[in-house]
Nanobody, 122 residues
Framework: QVQLVESGGGLVQAGGSLRLSCGAS????????RGWFRQAPGKEREFVAT????????LYADSVKGRFTISRDNAKNTVYLQMNSLKPEDTAVYYC???????????????WGQGTQVTVSS
């Protein structure tokens, strides 16, 4: 059974920071593209960031560029999302994903975590 499990969400004031983690079990995920998406109430799931197998290439949504950093530790099958200078509009459920193709579309990712809530108060 393939599983992705997110952690690190919570409540933070605007301007604060959080670090999300996503561990993988069931398969060797070092060969997979890893990504983060988010979904706010009443909105569609949107791309946040993605990282290639070796971590050499990353891509960010314009809304988080310069504030969020995606990284990975393949030895631990874990991907991270460091979120700084958080804004109320970053409030959402954050999902990690894994797949075989690099891109921003959710359909490119085969495996998904259950999500972790991030709430930013003003």
């Amino acid at each position: 059974q393939v599983q992705l499990v997110e952690s690190g969400g919570g409540l933070v004031q605007a301007g604060g920071s959080l670090r999300l983690s996503c561990g993988a079990s069931g398969r060797a995920f070092s060969s997979y593209i890893r990504g983060w998406f988010r979904q706010a109430p009443g909105k569609e799931r949107e791309f946040v960031a993605t990282i290639t197998y070796g971590g050499g290439t990353t891509l960010y949504a314009d809304s988080v560029k310069g504030r969020f950093t995606i990284s990975r530790d393949n030895a631990k099958n874990t991907v991270y999302l460091q979120m700084n200078s958080l804004k109320p509009e970053d409030t959402a459920v954050y999902y990690c994903a894994a797949g075989g193709m690099f891109g921003v579309e959710p359909r490119l990712y085969d495996y998904w975590g259950q999500g972790t809530q991030v709430t930013v108060s003003s």
